[in-house]
């Protein structure tokens, strides 16, 4: 890999909670999140519902506005960018949403939605109808899908409707935000593949959030661990697939469904066994937030937040069994 292409550095997103007359509390989706992403490779993000995945995905672009942190593009401060410099953010880092319906116009063709942002960004397109042929034909549709609407499309076509309109912008960083998560697993694997093709021959750069570990380990080369706003293990996908460090990991890890009866009785009786439910991001426990339901809790667990630590090359953990307390 190569150096970089983002670099995130303690981001937050505090979403206030607003009373009669002032706000009574925050919201503290992602608090304090830190990592990068190295140019052509594909970072995953992964953990429960709710955990912040797809807040930390939208503050990186800017979707919605950071509460506090830097964004670090290509050598430029994403926080700060306006005017024709937030344009050209905009061109360069896209995102593909994870409900493709709720992202396509429902008034517009096919040939409508792909041409908008083309002709937004200024892009001279000698033929307009013979470039969005072969971007249609680059994600399996062809001419016949021109000028239909997205309620005459499946699911999955939807999604390749969504990552054609991508393409026409040729960004170099792109979210993907669960994009396949509601489409058939036939439909997923032929998406994912069509992503990971498409990565190879024009050297994209991912941002993959989902909260399905076995696609998150297909498609990424690093991936991070989120619980309640914050990342409590970075590493490379094997890696952490193979030795899970934080006793959350552990715990995802453990519930993976497996096809064989004999082999699932038998997991079922190591798998790790975590109490209780996520606490409140308004009211997030002192210390490790995990600490509530960790079977490993110490007291200093309890009393001192634990920091993000390199404990094999390149695979970092927050957890005070492996820290210096």
Avoid at 193 to 222: A, P
Wanted: charged content about 25%; overall charge neutral; glycine content about 8%.
């Amino acid at each position: 890999m190569s150096e970089p292409i983002l670099k995130v550095e303690n981001l937050k997103k505090y979403f206030p909670i607003r009373g009669l007359l002032r706000t009574v509390g925050y919201v503290k989706a992602v608090d304090g999140v830190s990592f990068e992403i190295n140019k052509g490779e594909t970072f995953g993000l992964v953990g429960e519902s709710g955990c912040g995945k797809t807040t930390t995905g939208r503050t990186i672009l800017r979707l919605i506005e950071p509460t506090d942190g830097n964004i670090t593009f290509e050598g430029k401060d994403v926080t700060r960018l306006k005017g024709e410099e937030m344009k050209w953010f905009r061109r360069k880092a896209q995102i593909m949403f994870q409900d493709p319906y709720s992202s396509l116009n429902p008034r517009q063709t096919v040939f409508e939605i792909i041409m908008e942002p083309v002709r937004f960004h200024g892009i001279e397109v000698d033929d307009p109808e013979e470039f969005v042929i072969k971007l249609l034909e680059s994600v399996g549709l062809n001419e016949m899908h021109l000028y239909r609407y997205p309620h005459e499309f499946s699911g999955g076509q939807r999604q390749r409707i969504a990552l054609a309109r991508l393409l026409a912008l040729k960004p170099e960083f792109i979210v993907l935000d669960e994009p396949t998560s509601a489409l058939d697993v036939s439909v997923q694997a032929t998406i994912l593949n069509m992503m990971k093709e498409l990565q190879r021959e024009h050297g994209f750069t991912y941002l993959f959030i989902s909260h399905d570990l076995g696609v998150v380990k297909y498609m990424s080369h690093r991936m991070g661990v989120m619980y309640l706003g914050k990342l409590v293990e970075v590493g490379p996908a094997d890696k952490v697939f193979e030795n899970p460090l934080h006793p959350y990991t552990k715990f995802l890890l453990s519930a993976i469904p497996v096809p064989d009866p004999e082999l699932a009785r038998e997991l079922k009786k190591q798998r790790m066994k975590v109490e209780g439910e996520p606490p409140s991001p308004i009211n997030p426990p002192a210390g490790c937030r995990f600490h509530p339901r960790c079977p490993f809790v110490k007291d200093v667990c309890r009393r001192e937040e634990p920091p993000l630590v390199e404990v094999e090359k390149d695979h970092y953990v927050a957890c005070w069994l492996y820290a210096k307390s």
